[in-house]
């Protein structure tokens, strides 16, 4: 015995045909802006962090001011605590002028000490 399925509103086992519609959610949103405004960093602290930092310098800039080769900046002085900030994960290496030259006072520092040059 065979069923004829006729096109319309309704299957053959009677349920409707037509899509359901997709249920409607509420979705709070993230209020924008802070929730404490009186936090924001004045544009004097900005100035202040950007002094303490000095001037972005790239690799081969760190190498010339310590005067060594750029491969000897990744592979001797980054392990060793050379500051720098990645700009992604495989990305290019930025350094600061000012966090540079004390990273190398601070290891100057260190071989008159007698710690590990």
Same mark, same amino acid.
């Given at each position: 015995?065979? !069923? ?9 086992? +009677? ?11 509420? *979705?709070s949103?993230?209020?924008?802006? %802070?929730?404490?405004? %009186? $936090?924001c ?17 790239? /690799?081969?800039?760190?190498?010339? /001011?310590? +005067?060594?080769? !750029? ?6 002085? *980054?392990?060793q ?6 700009? +992604?994960?495989?990305?290019?290496? /930025?350094?600061?002028? $000012?966090?540079? *030259?004390?990273?190398?006072? %601070? ?6 000490? +007698?710690?590990?040059?």
């Amino acid at each position: 015995m065979t !069923t004829k399925w006729i096109p319309g509103d309704t299957r053959i086992s +009677g349920l409707s045909n037509r899509p359901k519609p997709a249920p409607i959610q509420r *979705i709070s949103l993230p209020s924008l802006g %802070q929730r404490d405004p %009186q $936090h924001c960093p004045s544009p004097e602290a900005v100035g202040n962090v950007l002094d303490a930092l000095g001037e972005p310098l790239s /690799i081969r800039e760190v190498s010339e /001011i310590i +005067g060594c080769s !750029t491969w000897a900046i990744r592979q001797r002085y *980054i392990p060793q605590g050379l500051p720098c900030l990645r700009s +992604g994960p495989v990305g290019k290496l /930025i350094f600061y002028r $000012h966090q540079v *030259i004390r990273w190398i006072l %601070q290891q100057q520092t260190k071989q008159r000490k +007698g710690g590990k040059p």
